[in-house]
């Protein structure tokens, strides 16, 4: 789902939003990271930094913001990027670490990939640059759908 939305709606999903991101957390940590180790540290301080870049997000207070396209990208968004190199468009979604579930032909990132941290929070018509083991990626976010788990 792609469109318009009022700012209320926009707080509202994003406050759903961090409620989900929260149950995955413990779920990650109860699961995956049950000792302390300096992954498990990673992961939390990037759980942390992504919830708090949502709460200021959300306490912007724009008086000039009537409707807008969604925002931004977030864990569970369907990205449409634009490989700048090579002029192909892929659709991926971001998805929480240790995800199993494959949606028809859409390729999944990891939040804790290269590409997928690199998309966190950015906008359309952003542009990235990707260090992955591949290599180096040059990519342009066209679209934005909803998180979606």
Request: charged share 30%; hydrophobic share 35%.
């Amino acid at each position: 789902m792609q469109g318009k939305y009022d700012r209320q709606q926009i707080v509202d999903m994003l406050t759903a939003h961090l409620g989900k991101v929260e149950s995955i957390r413990n779920h990650v940590l109860k699961e995956y990271y049950e000792e302390h180790t300096v992954e498990r540290d990673d992961f939390e301080n990037m759980v942390d930094q992504y919830t708090n870049n949502i709460k200021k997000f959300m306490n912007i207070q724009s008086s000039a913001v009537k409707e807008e396209q969604w925002p931004l990208v977030l864990i569970g968004s369907i990205v449409e990027v634009q490989d700048m190199d090579y002029a192909e468009i892929e659709r991926l979604k971001i998805v929480p670490p240790f995800y199993e579930e494959r949606e028809g032909n859409l390729d999944c990132a990891s939040c804790l990939s290269p590409v997928g941290n690199a998309l966190l929070f950015k906008k359309i018509g952003d542009k990235i640059t990707v260090k992955t083991p591949i290599g180096e990626s040059n990519l342009m976010v066209k679209s934005i759908e909803l998180p979606l788990f």
